[in-house]
């Protein structure tokens, strides 16, 4: 009884395992194709980018998004201040809310919490688009018709969340920093806010607003990839749609969460 069991699981996790492979293996072919595509488009005269498909998807990814992330990231800012003020108050180092709140927010807080929010607000969006068209067989007619529709649909999706991740991390670290200002000017008091801007300045380095660029970017051609695959592998009709939203969101935050631990682990090894 004992064996059947232990082979049981073992069954279980291989089939995880090969089903994981599987994954990673079709989002990486995807992720090549859109790539290949998107470079044939920059240099080749035959093949163009669809820059109004482009312009629609950063609209609906980034600037409809825009007001949420403000709202989020400035409350994490206050969430920021008010959680540190009392553990520095028994040091007498209220002041250095201001660098630490610099530090964690152009760093990682920026753009993990952006990229979080996006995966729930655009990533869903892009998958439920995309598995209603091959549901309504439209990707079949677009394949008939000799149309890619990894040029056609991926591409624009993947860049636009790509790029307006770029976009708004900046804007996301500002509100933080703004988020921790508001609240330490109206709760904490003048030992916090007197020297805030001057002593977040004196602390952050180029490195920290690259270093989180550089995530943010990351994070955006996840969510694209990611919303992009789950959509164009819909099955099971209006059930299958739902699915695909659902883990869209799920696998987007796991794969924003291994990424930026990724990043931490290979920043501190560099002293980045």
Same mark, same amino acid.
């Given at each position: 009884?004992?064996?059947?069991?232990?082979?049981?699981?073992v069954?279980?996790?291989?089939?995880r395992?090969?089903g994981?492979?599987?994954y990673v293996?079709g989002?990486?072919?995807l992720?090549a194709?859109?790539?290949?595509w998107?470079?044939?488009g920059?240099?080749?005269p035959k093949?163009?980018?669809?820059?109004r498909?482009?312009?629609t998807?950063?609209?609906?990814?980034?600037?409809?998004?825009?007001g949420?992330?403000?709202?989020v990231?400035g409350?994490?800012?206050?969430?920021?201040?008010?959680?540190?003020?009392?553990?520095?108050?028994?040091?007498?180092?209220?002041s250095?809310i201001?660098?630490?709140?610099?530090?964690?927010?152009?760093? !990682?807080?920026?753009?993990?919490?952006?990229a979080? #929010?996006?995966? +729930?607000?655009? /990533?869903? =969006?892009?998958?439920? *688009?995309l598995?209603?068209?091959?549901v309504?067989?439209?990707?079949?007619?677009?394949?008939a018709?000799?149309?890619?529709?990894?040029?056609?649909?991926?591409?624009?999706?993947?860049l636009?969340?790509?790029t307006?991740?770029?976009?708004l991390?900046?804007?996301?670290? !500002?509100?933080?920093?703004?988020?921790g200002?508001? #609240?330490s000017? +109206?709760?904490? /008091?003048? =030992?916090v806010?007197? *020297?805030?801007?001057?002593?977040?300045q004196?602390?952050?380095?180029?490195?920290d607003?690259?270093?989180?660029?550089t995530q943010?970017?990351?994070?955006?051609?996840?969510i694209?990839l990611i919303?992009?695959?789950e959509?164009l592998?819909?099955?099971?009709?209006?059930?299958?749609?739902?699915?695909?939203?659902?883990?869209?969101v799920v696998y987007?935050?796991?794969a924003?969460?291994?990424?930026?631990?990724t990043?931490?682990?290979l920043?501190?090894?560099?002293e980045?």
């Amino acid at each position: 009884m004992a064996d059947e069991t232990n082979l049981k699981l073992v069954e279980r996790i291989g089939a995880r395992t090969i089903g994981a492979a599987r994954y990673v293996g079709g989002a990486s072919l995807l992720l090549a194709s859109t790539v290949g595509w998107t470079f044939r488009g920059l240099v080749s005269p035959k093949v163009r980018l669809d820059h109004r498909s482009l312009a629609t998807q950063m609209v609906r990814v980034g600037v409809r998004s825009l007001g949420i992330v403000c709202l989020v990231q400035g409350f994490i800012g206050v969430i920021l201040a008010l959680q540190m003020e009392p553990p520095l108050k028994q040091f007498e180092q209220q002041s250095q809310i201001a660098s630490i709140i610099g530090v964690a927010g152009f760093r !990682m807080l920026g753009p993990i919490f952006t990229a979080v #929010i996006l995966s +729930g607000f655009a /990533g869903a =969006s892009i998958a439920a *688009e995309l598995g209603t068209m091959v549901v309504s067989e439209e990707i079949e007619a677009m394949d008939a018709m000799a149309l890619n529709p990894v040029r056609f649909l991926v591409v624009p999706r993947v860049l636009a969340t790509l790029t307006m991740m770029l976009l708004l991390t900046p804007i996301a670290d !500002m509100m933080i920093a703004l988020g921790g200002y508001g #609240i330490s000017r +109206g709760v904490l /008091g003048p =030992s916090v806010y007197n *020297e805030y801007w001057k002593l977040m300045q004196n602390m952050l380095t180029y490195p920290d607003f690259f270093t989180g660029l550089t995530q943010g970017g990351v994070f955006g051609l996840l969510i694209g990839l990611i919303a992009c695959y789950e959509g164009l592998n819909v099955r099971g009709g209006a059930e299958g749609v739902g699915r695909a939203t659902t883990m869209t969101v799920v696998y987007s935050i796991v794969a924003i969460v291994l990424a930026a631990c990724t990043f931490t682990v290979l920043f501190y090894v560099f002293e980045l």
